[in-house]
């Protein structure tokens, strides 16, 4: 049977995007009883996909390639030019493997246990404070914890500067106007910072041990036997520090979470069944980060007896695949038990991209993410008590990256 693709009648959707935030995808796939729908966005033809399958066919590199994909709007903001995002194929892989290579359970356990005990030694001043807004405050740790784990040196009197700017190049990806501006700005004072130290650690101006992610990026050489260029090799650091401080978000989400579902917070005390890892699973599900991906057919195909021609753009629905009721029973309930039973698959929990590690995009900070949501989510019921005074915990999913809207205030803090 010959079936059509169902097309939004519109001369272009951008504005239905950016007032819908992340139920752009979702309310159409509902609307038309769909998975995949055609739309126009920033002036030209997109197909947008959804769930399991449409992920499958979204991660086949035969099908799609990234090149022309990424807005440079986006790149200017939140990735950097000439980075990782936008590469394919063996240059793609092998600039992928030096990420991965930093991903052992050693050097991803040293990184567990300095953000501990930048926890310690934060919640210490915390305790003398009248309040303290927590994303902020996990901003500044993250930021902290990052720069020490990579080897990159940073001035106590810098951290907020530097935790703040990592920031607004995140709140730039789906915004026009100042929120665009303030993340292009702070993208090129990172960048310049970052070439600096690229240059300074290759003269042995500075100090680098061997093991460490700017070392591995600093003297990496791609598939030819050449060092990246300083510039690209500071934006790749940045790859590393900007998303260990986007954990941030994740932390207030889950304290949220823990806030107003108070049987957590006892069950991630007593952590049976690994429960505080199923937590962390459960908050990267339910609540929005990355709303969708982009990438462009490689060569004309057919799916679902549709044609993909060459060079369209397509979008991946990240955030309505997280809460696909053909996958997830009762989606929009956070339920961090689900993960006991789940089967599981590459394409199914796609929060921070799907597929393979080494061959395709998936984000290789996803162990480290779990990771260091888990071990601040335990250090808040075991080691906090606080009180959370009346505010405004709702977040929009209007806005693109979004956050509970008081960005979690904590009074009267006390270590135990
Ligand atoms: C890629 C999300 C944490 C490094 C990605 C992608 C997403 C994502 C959606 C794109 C996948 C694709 O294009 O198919 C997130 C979220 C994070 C997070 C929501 C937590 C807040 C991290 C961490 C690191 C990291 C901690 C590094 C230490 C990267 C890199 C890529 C990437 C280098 C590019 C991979 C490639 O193009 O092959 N991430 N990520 N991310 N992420 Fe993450």
């Excluded at 810098?158 to 915004?175: H, L, P």
């Excluded at 106007?177 to 130290?197: D, F, L, S, T, V």
């Excluded at 680098?208 to 050489?221: C, K, M, N, S």
Aim: net charge positive; proline share 5%; hydrophobic share 35%.
């Amino acid at each position: 049977p010959k079936r059509t693709i169902p097309k939004d009648r519109c001369i272009d959707n951008t504005c239905k995007l950016l007032m819908e935030g992340y139920l752009f995808i979702p309310n159409r796939c509902r609307r038309y009883k769909t998975d995949l729908f055609q739309t126009r966005l920033m002036g030209q033809k997109v197909i947008c996909l959804s769930g399991e399958d449409a992920a499958e066919i979204f991660y086949n590199n035969h099908l799609f390639t990234r090149k022309g994909a990424i807005p440079k709007r986006i790149q200017k903001t939140l990735f950097g030019k000439k980075a990782i995002q936008t590469m394919d194929g063996p240059d793609h892989k092998h600039r992928k493997s030096m990420f991965l290579s930093m991903m052992t359970p050693n050097r991803m356990d040293r990184l567990v246990k300095i953000t501990e005990k930048q926890w310690l030694k934060s919640a210490k001043q915390w305790e003398r404070k009248d309040r303290i807004i927590l994303f902020n405050e996990a901003g500044k740790i993250l930021c902290r914890s990052a720069c020490q784990w990579a080897g990159v040196p940073i001035r106590k009197s810098e951290v907020t500067q530097r935790a703040k700017d990592f920031s607004a190049m995140i709140d730039a990806f789906g915004a026009v106007g100042p929120r665009h501006w303030k993340g292009r700005c702070a993208r090129n004072r990172c960048e310049k910072w970052m070439k600096q130290i690229i240059k300074d650690t290759r003269c042995e101006k500075i100090y680098v041990p061997e093991g460490t992610a700017l070392h591995d990026i600093a003297f990496y050489r791609d598939a030819k036997g050449k060092l990246l260029r300083p510039k690209i090799a500071g934006i790749e650091i940045i790859n590393v520090l900007r998303p260990i401080t986007a954990i941030a978000t994740y932390i207030t989400f889950g304290a949220v979470a823990m806030h107003t579902n108070p049987e957590c917070e006892k069950k991630i005390q007593y952590d049976e069944d690994n429960y505080t890892h199923m937590f962390a699973q459960e908050v990267r599900r339910y609540y929005p980060f990355g709303p969708f991906l982009g990438a462009r057919v490689r060569n004309d195909f057919l799916y679902n007896h549709q044609l993909f021609r060459k060079g369209t753009l397509v979008f991946l629905d990240l955030y309505g695949t997280d809460h696909d009721a053909r996958i997830w029973y009762q989606p929009n309930h956070f339920w961090p038990e689900r993960f006991k039973y789940r089967k599981g698959s590459p394409y199914d929990f796609i929060p921070q991209g799907g597929g393979n590690y080494d061959t395709g995009h998936r984000c290789p900070g996803e162990w480290i993410t779990t990771m260091l949501i888990k071990v601040s989510m335990s250090f808040l019921a075991n080691h906090l008590k606080y009180k959370v005074p009346l505010q405004d915990l709702g977040y929009s999913l209007r806005r693109m990256p979004t956050l509970p809207k008081s960005k979690f205030i904590m009074q009267k803090i006390k270590l135990v």
